[in-house]
């Protein structure tokens, strides 16, 4: 499931969102439901800044990876209360 997970999140993370909430309701635990949007949205983060660098040039790259880091890292203490 992880895996597929971070396999979607390199396109996109709203069918994980979408699947993964649904299935939170009681086809799977909520905590591994959780670890898949997370596992999600950060390998699209690291997508997008790798197309931003790619695009843009490094500096770019880093810029927009170091907002997104920020942005993984809250969504993973969130997650971690």
Request: glycine share 12%; proline share 1%; aromatic share 0%.
């Amino acid at each position: 499931m992880l895996a597929t997970a971070a396999l979607s999140g390199i396109a996109d993370v709203d069918a994980v969102v979408i699947s993964m909430s649904r299935m939170a309701l009681g086809v799977i635990d909520p905590t591994l439901a959780g670890r898949a949007i997370l596992l999600a949205t950060g390998v699209n983060t690291l997508v997008k800044a790798g197309l931003a660098a790619s695009t843009g040039g490094m500096a770019l790259g880093l810029r927009v990876g170091s907002v997104s880091a920020l942005a993984v890292a809250a969504g993973l203490l969130a997650a971690s209360r």
